[in-house]
């Protein structure tokens, strides 16, 4: 049986992970044999935003693990716990957290950085040639991780796309039901919610993604 790690960024769509994306790629998950493990970075959000008026709640803090517990029913451990040799391969979902919490391009566009205790666990997974599934904006952090001429999509946001190949990826436009894959470096991406419409236009995408990580796993 196959292991894949899920790495979340918190829990909401304007503020940590995208739900529906996390769930959908669970459930594609189970439904193909695999298992899976969740994690998320020890750290505080960039902020904390009303879902429901989608205000930032001025002097609120929540932190990104405790918050991704949420969706992982309890069962998440700390990035930094991360032993590589159980796992298989790994799958981002998006939501505005991957690019607030995982890294600050909500913040800084192509001149983003990647946080420390994300760029040390995804690293391992570039490093040791395991597939990784990037889904909805997480792709922004494609070029950091696998250098010039990496390809992936965030669908066909221009100014993202731009950012993307600025930081010196190759960004292929692509449709909510369609994956972009780099065979050469076991990389997929697909927008989701760049995209979708509704959840059916979501999962789409993200059934064809995980199917194809564990085809490359």
Known sequence: MKKIAILLSGCGV???????????????????????????????????????TGEVEEGASRNVLVEAARIARGEIKATSDLDISEFDALIIPGGFGAAKNLCNF??????????????????????????????????????????????????????????????????QDAAVHEIVVDEGRKLVSTPAYMLAGNIVEAASGIEKLVHKVLELA
């Open 106 to 171: 909500a913040v800084k566009g192509a001149d983003c950085e990647i946080n420390p205790q994300v760029k040390a666990f995804v690293s391992q997974f570039v490093d040791a040639n395991k597939p990784v599934g990037f889904i909805c904006i997480s792709p922004v952090m494609i070029p950091h991780f696998y250098g010039a001429g990496a390809k992936g999509t965030i669908g066909t946001d221009e100014g993202t796309a731009a950012a993307f190949n600025t930081m010196g990826g190759d960004h």
């Open 14 to 52: 304007f503020d940590g992970a995208e739900i529906h994306e996390s769930v959908l790629a669970l459930l594609t998950l189970a439904r193909a044999g695999a298992d899976y493990q969740c994690f998320a970075p020890d750290i505080p959000q960039l902020h904390v935003l009303n879902h429901l």
